[in-house]
């Protein structure tokens, strides 16, 4: 009886030769699985700086909305002063008596004494020029009121022709008008400034 022939010798391919090795079969297992390891860490990690740098974004949004809101707080309080200053003072240029004498001195006053509270340095922004006009304005009326104290001879009038002439002065000067019309752009200015450098992490409503 003839010998069956011999099988035809079959070539092994790279990859069958490796997966027939459990050595090199773990050592790419190992590697897959590093890879994966290495590709959920770094897309964790991105995800997390995402994460901080937002957190960090609503920190500073937070802080500057404070910031904002403070500074509008005392420009309207300043606002609301000066336009109760204002009232009087003009009553009191036309002559009217005695009485708006006495309600421009309070509102004087308490104008007078929140401006020196205010800090320099925190109003000196580029929508701020109103308060160095408003310093100096409020420094000619303080004169103008001190030497009107210190005034004989009044014959009932309060107050004097001299201190109304000053008080003119210091209109013409520093114009109050103008420095309204400052506060309130600055009130409006920094609101719209905010809301355009923060508006993407404002809701959408």
């Keep these: 009886m003839a010998p069956f ?6 070539e092994m391919t790279k990859t069958e030769w490796v997966l027939n090795n459990p050595e090199w079969v773990s050592v790419l297992a190992a590697s897959l699985f590093g890879f994966v390891t290495i590709y959920i860490i770094a897309t964790q990690a991105v995800l997390s700086h995402r994460a901080q740098r937002r957190q960090n974004d609503l920190l500073q949004y937070q802080l500057e909305y404070a910031r904002m809101q403070s500074l509008n707080i005392v420009r309207e309080k300043v606002l ?20 708006p004498w006495y309600d421009l001195l309070d509102a004087f006053y308490d104008l007078y004494d929140k401006v020196q509270t205010l800090d320099a340095s925190i109003f000196s922004g580029y929508y701020d020029g109103w308060y160095a006009n408003l310093d100096c304005f409020m420094d000619d009326m303080f004169a103008a009121v001190a030497n009107d ?3 004989d001879g009044r014959n009932g009038t309060c107050p004097t022709a001299t201190t109304v002439r ?24 920094t609101g719209n400034e905010f809301y355009e450098n923060w508006k993407h992490l404002m809701p959408v409503v």
């Design 149 to 151: 104290s210190k005034t």
């Design 5 to 10: 022939p011999p099988f035809p010798m079959h």
């Design 80 to 99: 609301a002063l000066l336009s109760r200053f204002r009232t009087p003072l003009g009553l009191v240029k036309q002559g009217i008596g005695d009485g």
């Design 166 to 189: 000053a008080f003119k002065e210091a209109e013409s000067k520093w114009d109050p008008t103008n420095i309204t019309i400052e506060i309130k752009t600055a009130i409006r200015m």
